[in-house]
């Protein structure tokens, strides 16, 4: 798998009010400035975001509306975000606090997707997911799991799950891969999309 399967990131900034989305990302960021066009938006969907995201970081030429479909969860894997892009956010901004969500495919009729710690402890002002039953994932063969996808299959903390996973991006060389996987927690985000995933730390989920 590539870094140019990370499908988007969320990023706040504080001090900022307004949603703004990113349609403009050049490719030439992996090696030189990167080069974005903030588009001011005034449809109902942002707006009813901006209580939660300041700043949505997404597809080059996809448009708005893509973007607010990956945060649903509900688009097609494509036309993504080089995982460069993520470092030099990290380097040439400063961000109060950052949300990489790596969208690494679908097994069982959910998607599968990688998170970082920040995922579980978001600032003040936004709320962060629930842990219903058990904990955080601590290691790469664990995973949470959405509280829908658990109530449908039956899983529980401390089952062994296997995961065979259809890469997101179809490509010569992107093969569905298989592991299992220890489930430590079932997760409430008062979010259908996101209740309806197996959540990896990121870097079992590459």
Not at 3 to 12: E, N, P, V
Not at 137 to 161: C, N, Q
Request: charged share 25%; glycine share 8%; with cysteine.
């Amino acid at each position: 798998m590539t870094g140019f399967q990370l499908a988007w990131i969320t990023l706040s900034r504080r001090r900022f009010q307004t949603v703004f989305a990113v349609i403009g990302v050049a490719a030439a960021c992996i090696a030189s400035d990167l080069l974005v066009t903030f588009v001011r938006t005034q449809t109902s969907d942002l707006q009813q975001l901006e209580s939660d995201y300041d700043l949505i970081v997404g597809p080059k030429s996809s448009g708005p509306e893509l973007l607010l479909g990956g945060l649903k969860l509900e688009e097609p894997r494509s036309g993504l975000i080089p995982f460069a892009l993520v470092r030099y956010l990290d380097r040439r901004t400063e961000l109060n606090h950052r949300l990489p969500i790596y969208i690494a495919g679908e097994t069982k009729g959910d998607p599968v997707i990688g998170v970082d710690s920040f995922y579980w402890s978001r600032p003040e002002g936004f709320e962060s997911p629930k842990i219903t039953a058990g904990r955080v994932w601590e290691s790469t063969d664990e995973m949470v799991v959405g509280l829908h996808t658990a109530d449908r299959l039956g899983i529980k903390p401390g089952d062994l799950v296997e995961l065979e996973i259809e890469p997101a991006v179809s490509e010569p060389t992107d093969l569905s891969w298989q592991s299992t996987f220890k489930v430590t927690g079932i997760a409430d985000h008062r979010n259908p999309a996101f209740d309806r995933c197996f959540i990896l730390p990121i870097e079992g989920a590459w």
